[in-house]
């Protein structure tokens, strides 16, 4: 976490309502997205999982859309897709990667989701002519929706939950919080740097109208809060001492479970909703530690290149960040990425502004650290729409022919496809139909199944199998030398089967297809160090000490260590951190 002018107090409101067993974990924060709710809640998840429960998470969304599938990312980040096809919010992604389960799209609430399903019901006559409203039917089918969802196994032991954590927000849908029952609290610091709690005051009496009160205030502060600001929060907000946590900025997110564990919150947990649990040390969340402190002392440097269109919000990528973050941290380098905005590598951009074009191929092409010129590493994730698509084939173009380590992932792969086609093929208009639906030779071209009238859940989603065609491949290598995969896909286009011979016979190499035979799934370069793309997306099922293999390989080759590793089994040596594939003893 950066240092932020505005602190935030996400707080937990606990329900011991007994259904079974099920225990309620709200956590919820005030209107400004990115101030750490995910993390806490995902961090709360995490040290309780570290004591052995089984946990599972819902994320709460106000708004009207069904789901994720049509935000946009400069709007809301990037759409997360589960192995259900799920399109949903980010968060989903934190609670999926710190606590290494498998979520489904009912683990995202919408109102339009709710409001969907009591219409629906009014439709069939399920209320027997009674006036739908607000109360009782929206809030009881708020209530009825986590609760059942609570009780989905979500681990790979397909054992009921015994803890769900629900993070919502304040600001919208008041007949969420009265279900709920979540309490925010915002504490702004002054223009000097003072530790504010008025803010934290005035909602908390604001709040106590609906019959609403923190069990945790968990303050977000830049550094330390001071005693006497805890104290103060203690005593205008009726609660203990204990019952106020400061979350001030560590080094990394992975840190935030440890700093959590280390103010007792573990401890209250056991207290306020009688958890079977012990106090003592936890295996778990000493490999987080363990895998912090390594990252603290990181000092290699590997640099990659993230050529995409959605530049300018890092959260639009988030994913592919993390995924590129495991891969460095088990390699043992710190990651360096610099993003490009993929239009301005064009031609156009030369002529409008040559400057900003020269600074952007200077940032692809290049690093300066300390005073070493490296050669950048490229990742190209996916993305929809034709602005920007010349300069990520360009950007390919340069990787292949430098042969500089790529890794195109949806998009990515389709555009590597259109230009091998022209510069290789000599096919100088190949294209995707997305783009030019006149192209005289569509290399990528729409699914049967696309419906381009309706852009909800049209396109092909969540985990699908990918067969490996061939042993001489790197990435089956990566994967631990398996017959096939399975990974999440969110896509409408593919390559177009009928000229895929064209390649094979160039060393453009589909090496992995669908169960069917009909889909491309991964391509590889003969006689390049790392020329991989592929269909789905593995940034969303990558781990933190079970990093994607398509991400680590692009690592390990940005390094100089793939052709080691390949050797090696696919293992790193005890000094690198971790070992792979073997995760049975890590798994978090």
């Known amino acids: 976490e950066t240092h932020r002018s505005l602190d935030l107090s996400p707080c937990l409101w606990f329900v011991q309502r007994v259904v079974g067993s099920m225990k309620y974990i709200l956590v919820t924060g005030g209107v400004i997205s990115g101030i750490g709710k995910g993390i806490i809640a995902s961090s709360v998840g995490t040290i309780l999982k570290s004591c052995g429960l089984h946990v599972t998470a819902i994320k709460i969304d106000p708004y009207i859309n069904i789901d994720a599938g049509t935000f946009s990312p400069y709007e809301h980040g990037e759409v997360f897709v589960l192995d259900d096809g799920g ?343 190949a294209n995707s139909t997305e783009f030019d639906p006149e192209t005289e030779h569509p290399v990528v071209i729409d699914m049967p199944e696309h419906n381009p009238g309706q852009m909800g859940g049209t396109m092909r989603l969540g985990k699908r199998r990918t067969i490996f065609k061939t042993k001489n491949s790197i990435l089956r290598k990566l994967y631990g030398d398996v017959d096939h995969v399975e990974e999440r896909h969110r896509h409408r286009f593919e390559v177009n089967p009928e000229l895929t011979q064209h390649f094979e016979e160039k060393g453009f190499r589909f090496v992995g297809q669908d169960v069917e035979g009909e889909r491309m799934e991964v391509i590889e370069l003969d006689d390049h160090p790392y020329f991989v793309g592929v269909q789905y997306h593995p940034e969303f099922t990558s781990r933190p000490i079970k990093p994607s293999p398509p991400y680590l390989g692009l690592l390990l080759a940005a390094a100089g260590r793939l052709p080691g590793y390949l050797q090696k089994g696919c293992r790193l040596s005890p000094r690198y951190g971790l070992m792979f594939p073997d995760f049975s003893e890590n798994r978090i």
């Open 87 to 429: 399109e949903v919010d980010l968060d989903l992604g934190n609670y999926e990667r710190f606590l290494d389960i498998r979520l489904t799209k009912d683990n995202n609430l919408t109102t339009g989701k709710i409001y969907q399903s009591v219409i629906n019901k009014e439709r069939r006559g399920d209320y027997l002519g009674k006036t739908v409203q607000v109360v009782p039917h929206i809030t009881d089918a708020i209530q009825d929706w986590v609760m059942r969802q609570a009780k989905v196994p979500v681990d790979d032991d397909d054992v009921e939950p015994q803890v769900c954590v629900i993070e919502v927000r304040q600001d919208e849908e008041r007949e969420f919080l009265r279900v709920t029952h979540c309490l925010v609290r915002d504490v702004q610091p002054s223009a000097t740097g003072e530790q504010k709690t008025k803010p934290t005051q005035n909602s908390v009496r604001e709040l106590r109208g609906l019959g609403l009160s923190p069990d945790l205030i968990m303050c977000r502060c830049s550094t330390p809060l001071d005693n006497s600001v805890k104290e103060k929060i203690s005593m205008f907000c009726h609660v203990e001492p204990e019952q106020v946590i400061c979350v001030h900025d560590v080094s990394s997110i992975y840190r935030v479970p440890l700093l959590l564990e280390n103010q007792g919150v573990v401890g209250y947990f056991c207290r306020r909703l009688n958890l079977p649990i012990e106090t003592k040390p936890r295996k778990m969340l000493a490999k987080w530690k363990e895998m912090s402190d390594r990252s603290d002392r990181l000092l290699e440097q590997c640099s990659i290149a993230l050529v995409g269109k959605y530049t300018k919000f890092s959260d639009s990528y988030a994913s592919v960040i993390k995924a590129l973050e495991h891969s460095a941290l088990a390699i043992s380098h710190k990651l360096e990425v610099k993003y490009v905005d993929s239009a301005d590598l064009e031609a156009s951009r030369l002529q409008e502004e040559p400057v900003r074009y020269h600074e952007a191929w200077q940032k692809l092409c290049s690093a300066n650290l300390n005073g070493v010129l490296l050669l950048r590493r490229i990742v190209i994730p996916g993305g929809f729409g034709v602005r920007g698509t010349e300069g990520k084939i360009q950007a390919i173009s340069w990787a292949r022919k430098q042969k500089k380590p790529f890794l195109g992932v949806c998009l990515g792969m389709q555009l590597a496809v259109c230009e091998f086609a022209r510069n290789m093929l000599d096919w100088k208009d």
